[in-house]
Structures are given as structure tokens and as C-alpha cells.
């Protein structure tokens, strides 16, 4: 026990006390949060901008929708000008585009007389807002011909939206599945995330052992399955504290920059944001906002954390016990290309049946048979959890993950006591074989 | 004299490949063994059996009389043949890690590292990166960190390599005098000279079988071969030559002399005594070289192995 202590704290000091450590913890959080800031602050300046529309509608239906805004000016044409006029003019004056509207004789049809001209393909949200404005002015136009009073339609809508409880009387909502959904795929991410990264030092570090020719003075002193499980501790603590100051760092930086440079983060969007939150009434935006922070709290969240806790390390240390073999089996990090892909595999399988199939049947036969696999369990549980799966198939889930992380160490240990002991050769599968009967 | 290390008839199967076959070996306390053998004889897994970082199939292994467990970690100490240390660690750092894992306290293994670092003159290199120095001087290193722990058995795998003569001379010095002080040895080598100079026993292992053993003096009188090297001074060389041949088998000798004698080995018939043949040689001219020659280790292994 004194041994691996030892081991642990050499692992972990060393780790972090490595240059490229230091430099990618202090690193990573100040290029992302300024990749973050120079997207939000290109985004801005792309928001600053006015873009003029020029206008010619020859239909005379539309001209009285177009206000306007601090986004957007409208240049209205007269009708007298033909359309050749029209597109020389807005050239010339620079303006975005030129919105055409033709005459219309059927509204229903108004879609074929609609054209937008310009220098450059427009933007997405500069399209679907001019249809949006479109499309309700016309259908306005429509039910005013049809003799349909509007003020009436706007009455007698009906919003429905179905509360939902299970049969223990557990209320859930849309926007409860959505934080469910949310954490599950942040968790699911972040794990895969941390084995990859972490993994890979691991098997790098028990390469290292093996080049340098100190093993066999470490092995005359300790186990090798003390060894190996020193490493993979020490390394995971390193780890963690990586995350941790990441985590932080990114926080502090994030409020620092926001602040400084008055840009702010939060508005930072993607134009599929920008279109469903125009789709959306304002009003409506701030209660879902308030809905989306009572499904936080809804979520089973002692659960969550405890089994994220759980699950979280028992994934990470039956894949990190794979990575350590792996370290063992080779001479070098080239020859370790095709044991990495049995590992990735099973490792992409779990995301993506989490992401495809978690999402679309929560408590379907594939996911419930995959969150038990003890090689997928660990990403498909975590994100099955948030949407509620019976106690006895959680602690049955993570036995099967004791279990075969059991299993596994015991058969890395074999592969990493004859493994790193041998130069030279070439491992293939039928060699690791040999050497767990060795 | 009892024995610190016995090996008993112990066998070991890397799947299909036989290591060791029923090998036995026996370390008296306080000598230094020869661990002697063609390369991937069989040494290393011996040795490896030893350090408990590979078990035997079958026989058994007594250090000191207890049966080998974990407890005796702390009483060897390994050098292996394939060594290294951890690049980029600093040399003090280093060496206090690998010292804590054989059982010494921090306090206890900072004290002995600065005796010895004083000892060999490498007190400076403590907050040195391994990779900052030369191959020699990591082979002090690693040479301090084996010793640190003052083990009651020293196993030396080729533990001149890498150090050039002055250095490799006070290695030897420091060994012989870790025996003083009550260690036993092992040591593995293929230089013959040095196994010559410091083995009381040997053992020689040849395709995992032990083929010779003993101490080292028995074994040359077992393949001593009745033959002496002569210097005689003589008129008439050619003619001595033919009467010799005649009566003994003889050879060319080639030896440094002052004056231009006949130099030849000759081999003693069965019943013959040395006295016989000096007296003899007294008769015919002045004998200025009389020796018996010795089989030299690097002749027994070559002529034991290829037997084998």
C-alpha cells in the first residue's frame, strides 16, 4: 500500500509538473475563451452593420410591412421603375439587396412572384426574415379577402401545452426532457472526452517506462499491477486537477473578458438560435428561460451526481487499465494504432447510441441492453440516468462495470508483467494471448 | 559456510519455449558468484526468479533459509542488464523515489544518497535531469540507487558496461568492498577477466540447463590439463624440439623472454609428474620458464559449451 502511495505521488507530481502540462492548463482556457471572444465579437460587428434592402414592389401589397430597424433599413422604389432600373440602382447604391415583388393576381401563388437579387448570397436570417414578414402579411391579406376577421384568429387560438407526470406522480415537461437530454450528453461527452485524453497518457507514460529501460529496476522493487494501478490513479489525478483549473480558469477569464472588453458571452449564437428564438414571442422567451431553470432543479439531481460520480470513474478506469496494456504490449507510440481501434469503437458506439437512440427511447431495448455492456454502459447510463431508471438496474449496471473493470485489470496486469519486460517484439493478438497464459 | 541464496531445481516455460530446466544453484554468504552463460541462455529469467518479477514453474528459491516472499524485497539489489531511469526526473528526486520503494524512510535515504554522492563525487548533479548527463555518469546513478538500500544480496547484471576504465575500476573497488562489509554477489557477465579476477564460485548455464558449477578454483583443477609452458636455452633448438615431440605431446608456446629460447607447452602422459619433466629439461640446457598452465574461465566456457 506504501508502494503504491508512492507510485501514485510520483505519477501525479511528475504529470504535473511537466512543461507541456503546465502550458496546455494555463493555455487551453485563454485560446478558447479568446476564440469565444473574437466569435463574439466578429458576430457583433456582423450585427452593427445595417443592411439596406431596397424595395420594389410592384404588387403595392407589401410596401406598408417594411419597418425599419436598427438591423435593417428599407429603401423603398417606386413602382414606375422596371426591375433592370431597380437592380442598377441598388448596385450602385451599395445596398445588401434588392427585394423583388412582382404583380400578384393569386396571393395563394405569391411565392413565384417573390425574388430576392444580390451581390452575394444572402444571409439566413436576412431570408427568413423577409419571409416570416411576407408570409404574415399575405396570409393577413388572404383572410382579409376570405372575409376572416384576424382580430377573431388571434382570439380564439388555442396553445396547448400537455403537462406530463409519471405514474408516481413525477411531473416532467418538454423542457425537462431537454435538461435531461442536456446533461446526459454533457456527461456522456465529458467522459468520453476524459479517457481519451487521459488514456492516452496513461499508455504513453507506461511506453516511456519501457523505452527509458527503468521498468525492470521498478518491477524488482514493486508489483507491476501496483505499478500499473499507481499509474493509472496518479495519471487520473492529474487529471482531474487539470479539469478542475480548466474549469475555473475558463470561469474567471469568461467574466473577466465579458466585463473588460464589454462583450457579451452569453449572446454569442448560431443563426439556428437566432431563427428559433425569432420563431419564438418574447414573452414566451422568458418563461422558457424560467422553465428551462425549474427543469434544472427538477432533474433527480442526488442521483445524478452519484451515479455520475460512479459510473464516471468505474468507465474511466476500465478503459484506462485497457490503455495501460496497450502501453505494455508496444515498443513505441506508432505500433499502437491498431490496438487503439477495439478501444475507440466501443467508445464511439456509446455516443452515438447515447446521442440517436437514449434520445429517441429513453427506456428502449437498445438502450437499456447498451447501458449495460460494461464497455458502452458507462456513457448510455449517464445519460439514461436524468430521465429516470430503476435503482435496481443502475447499482446492476455498475456491478456488471465493477465486475469486468475486475476482469479487465487482471488481464492488463497479465498483458503489462510480461509486456513490459519485452523489447523488441512485435505484439500481435496472438502474442498478448500467449502472454496471459505465461 | 552456509548459503545466503539456493536455488532449487527450478524450471520455468515461456509458452512453448523452455527458460530454465530443473536449474539449481547454491550462493554462499559473503562470496561473490559468477553467473556465467551464452546469451539468451537462461540467465536473466534466473535472475528475474530471484527478484520475484517472474515465478517458476516449479522448485524453489531460499534466501537466507526463508522461502522467497515479498519481505525480501528489500534485501536485494538489482542491477539489471537493461537499466535506465526516468529521463526527465531530477537525479536526487530519482533516486530518493527508487530508495523509498525498497523500504527506506525519505530522512534515511537522503542521508545514505549524500554519503555516497559525496563518495563518488557527484554531489553536484542532485537537481541534474538524467537526461542532462552521460551514460557513464547515469550508470553511477543507478549503480548508488542498487546499493542504497544496502541489501544482503547485490545481483550485478554486466555491471561494467557503459563505464570507462577508471570508473569501471572503481565500481570493482566498491563491490569488493560492499563484500567486506557482509553483502553477497552476483554478478552476470560475459567479460572473463573480470569474472577471473572476483568470483570465488561460478555457475555456467547453457540452454536453461546449468552445465557447470562450483566453486571456481575446484573447477579448474577438474580441467586442468597437465601442461606446462617451457623457456629452455639451447644450442641446437630444432633437435631438443624432435626429442620432446617424441616423448611428450607439445605445442607451439608464445610467451616473452629475454634471450631466444625454445618456447613450447608440453603435456604431461598419465603417471608423469612435473618433477619428471624438470629434471629432464635440467639435462638438456638452462630452463628459464617453467609454468603450469591454468585453464582460463573464458576457456572452460568455450570448451564446456560447445561440448554441451
Redesign the interface.
Not at chain 1, 525492470?216 to 514493486?222: K, L
Given at each position: 500500500m506504501n508502494?503504491l502511495s508512492?507510485?501514485i505521488k510520483?505519477e501525479y507530481l511528475?504529470k504535473v509538473k511537466?512543461k507541456s502540462f503546465i502550458i496546455m492548463t494555463v493555455l487551453s482556457p485563454i485560446i478558447f475563451i479568446a476564440l469565444i471572444a473574437v466569435v463574439a465579437y466578429l458576430s457583433q460587428l456582423n450585427n452593427d452593420k445595417v443592411h439596406v434592402i431596397s424595395v420594389l414592389d410592384e404588387s403595392n401589397l407589401v410596401k406598408d410591412i417594411f419597418e425599419s430597424s436598427e438591423k435593417t433599413t428599407y429603401n423603398l422604389f417606386e413602382n414606375n421603375m422596371t426591375l433592370e432600373e431597380a437592380k442598377a440602382l441598388s448596385k450602385e447604391s451599395n445596398a445588401y439587396g434588392l427585394l423583388h415583388v412582382d404583380k400578384i393576381s393569386d396571393v395563394k401563388m405569391a411565392s413565384n412572384h417573390i425574388t430576392f437579387y444580390s451581390e452575394e448570397s444572402p444571409s439566413l436570417t436576412v431570408i427568413s426574415d423577409l419571409e416570416r414578414q411576407l408570409g404574415n402579411k399575405l396570409t393577413n391579406i388572404n383572410l382579409k379577402k376570405n372575409k376572416v376577421d384576424i382580430a377573431m384568429i388571434n382570439a380564439s387560438k388555442v396553445r396547448v401545452n400537455i403537462a406530463q407526470e409519471s405514474f408516481e406522480g413525477e411531473k416532467t415537461s418538454k423542457t425537462d426532457s431537454f435538461a435531461k437530454l442536456a446533461f446526459g450528453i454533457a456527461a456522456g461527452y465529458l467522459l468520453f472526452m476524459f479517457i481519451i485524453i487521459y488514456g492516452n497518457m496513461i499508455m504513453r507514460s507506461v511506453i516511456?517506462?519501457k523505452t527509458?529501460?527503468?521498468i525492470?529496476?521498478?518491477?524488482?522493487?514493486?508489483k507491476p499491477i501496483q505499478l500499473m494501478l499507481g499509474k493509472i490513479i496518479g495519471t487520473s489525478l492529474a487529471g482531474i486537477t487539470q479539469f478542475a483549473i480548466w474549469i475555473v480558469l475558463s470561469t474567471v477569464l469568461m467574466v473577466v473578458v465579458s466585463a473588460f472588453i464589454g462583450i457579451d458571452i452569453s449572446k454569442v449564437q448560431t443563426p439556428q438560435q437566432e431563427l428559433m428564438q425569432q420563431a419564438m414571442e418574447t414573452p414566451e422567451l422568458n418563461m422558457k428561460v424560467q422553465e428551462a431553470i425549474i427543469a434544472f432543479y427538477n432533474l433527480p439531481l442526488a442521483n445524478l451526481v452519484v451515479a455520475f460520480v460512479f459510473f464516471f470513474i468505474g468507465g474511466y478506469l476500465l478503459y484506462s487499465s485497457l490503455y495501460a496494456a496497450i502501453g505494455a504490449a508496444v515498443d513505441n507510440e506508432t505500433d499502437t494504432q491498431q490496438f487503439m481501434m477495439p478501444i475507440i469503437m466501443p467508445l464511439m458506439l456509446a455516443v452515438y447510441i447515447g446521442i440517436f437512440t437514449v434520445i429517441e427511447d429513453p427506456h428502449g431495448t437498445v438502450s437499456t441492453v447498451f447501458s449495460f455492456i460494461p464497455l458502452t454502459s458507462p456513457v448510455v447510463m449517464l445519460m439514461r440516468i436524468p430521465f429516470g431508471v430503476p435503482l435496481w438496474q443502475q447499482l446492476l449496471s455498475l456491478l456488471i462495470l465493477v465486475g469486468s473493470f475486475i476482469f479487465t485489470v487482471w488481464f492488463a496486469a497479465k498483458i503489462y508483467r510480461v509486456g513490459i519486460?519485452m523489447?523488441g517484439k512485435k505484439a500481435s493478438y496472438k502474442e498478448l494471448i500467449?502472454w496471459i497464459?505465461? | 559456510m552456509s548459503n545466503l541464496l539456493e536455488v532449487n531445481k527450478v524450471s520455468k516455460n515461456f509458452g512453448d519455449f523452455k527458460a530454465l530446466n530443473n536449474v539449481s544453484i547454491a550462493v554462499p554468504k559473503g562470496s561473490i558468484f559468477g553467473l556465467l552463460g551464452p546469451n539468451g541462455a537462461g540467465k536473466t529469467t534466473l535472475i528475474r526468479i530471484v527478484n520475484q518479477i517472474t515465478m517458476p514453474d516449479v522448485g524453489t528459491v531460499h534466501l537466507d533459509g526463508v522461502s522467497l516472499n515479498e519481505q525480501h524485497i528489500k534485501d536485494i539489489g538489482y542491477l539489471p542488464e537493461e537499466r535506465g531511469l526516468y529521463k526527465s526526473m531530477k537525479v536526487g528526486e530519482q533516486a530518493l523515489y527508487l530508495a523509498q520503494l525498497k523500504g527506506l524512510s525519505k530522512a534515511e535515504a537522503r542521508m545514505r544518497l549524500k554519503y555516497w554522492f559525496d563518495r563518488l563525487e557527484i554531489g553536484d548533479w542532485w537537481n541534474k535531469k538524467i537526461q542532462e548527463l552521460s551514460k557513464g555518469m547515469a550508470q553511477k546513478i543507478q549503480f548508488v540507487v542498487t546499493v542504497l538500500h544496502q541489501p544482503k544480496l547485490l545481483i550485478f547484471d554486466e555491471p561494467f558496461s557503459g563505464f570507462d576504465p577508471i570508473n569501471a575500476n572503481l565500481i570493482k573497488d566498491e563491490i569488493l568492498r560492499l563484500r567486506e562489509d557482509g553483502a553477497t554477489v552476483i554478478f552476470s557477465t560475459h567479460r572473463m577477466e573480470s569474472v577471473e579476477e572476483l568470483c570465488d564460485d561460478i555457475a555456467l548455464i547453457n540452454k536453461s540447463n546449468k552445465i557447470l558449477g562450483g566453486k571456481l578454483i575446484d573447477i579448474k583443477r577438474q580441467y586442468k590439463i597437465n601442461t606446462y609452458e617451457v623457456g629452455i636455452r639451447v644450442n641446437d633448438k630444432e633437435y631438443l624440439r624432435q626429442e620432446l615431440t617424441e616423448k611428450f605431446s607439445v605445442s607451439e608456446a608464445n610467451f616473452k623472454t629475454l634471450e631466444d629460447e625454445l618456447k613450447l607447452n608440453i603435456k604431461l602422459k598419465d603417471g608423469h609428474k612435473p618433477n619428471d619433466l624438470l629434471n629432464y629439461l635440467t639435462t638438456k640446457g638452462d630452463v628459464s620458464h617453467f609454468v603450469e598452465l591454468i585453464p582460463s574461465v573464458n576457456d572452460i566456457f568455450i570448451k564446456t559449451v560447445k561440448n554441451n
Open positions: 508502494h508512492l507510485i510520483r511528475t511537466n516511456e517506462e527509458s529501460r527503468i525492470e529496476v521498478i518491477i524488482s522493487s514493486v519486460l523489447y500467449k497464459k505465461y | -
